[in-house]
Nanobody, 126 residues
Framework: QVQLAESGGGLVQAGGSLRLSCVVS????????MGWFRQAPGKERDFVAA????????YYADSVKGRFTISRDNAKNSMYLQMDNLKPEDTAIYYC???????????????????WGQGIQVTVSS
């Protein structure tokens, strides 16, 4: 059973930065695409960013493009989300997710993923 664990969340003022990490247990991390999603209070879980197994393709939600950067270190079974110039509307629980192998769904869609972390709170104060 694969496990995903997020870390690095917290409270930050608007304009500040945070770096989220996601460590994935198990083998063959380097063959799976990975993604970040978030869920704000009272809203559905939304796509934030995703990367293919080799970072050849990176995808971002329009709302975070230019402010967030997704990366991964396959040697450490880890994925990261550098979040800069944070805004109050970025406040949410952030989830990392591992895609199904050769998923038929685009990485922007939750259907592409079959393993999820527990989530971590990010709060941006104004």
């Amino acid at each position: 059973q694969v496990q995903l664990a997020e870390s690095g969340g917290g409270l930050v003022q608007a304009g500040g930065s945070l770096r989220l990490s996601c460590v994935v247990s198990g083998r063959f991390f380097n063959i799976y695409a990975m993604g970040w999603f978030r869920q704000a209070p009272g809203k559905e879980r939304d796509f934030v960013a995703a990367t293919t197994w080799n970072t050849e393709a990176l995808y971002y939600a329009d709302s975070v493009k230019g402010r967030f950067t997704i990366s991964r270190d396959n040697a450490k079974n880890s994925m990261y989300l550098q979040m800069d110039n944070l805004k109050p509307e970025d406040t949410a629980i952030y989830y990392c997710a591992r895609a199904s192998y050769r998923s038929a769904y685009h990485l922007r869609l939750q259907g592409a993923y079959n393993s999820w972390g527990q989530g971590i709170q990010v709060t941006v104060s104004s």
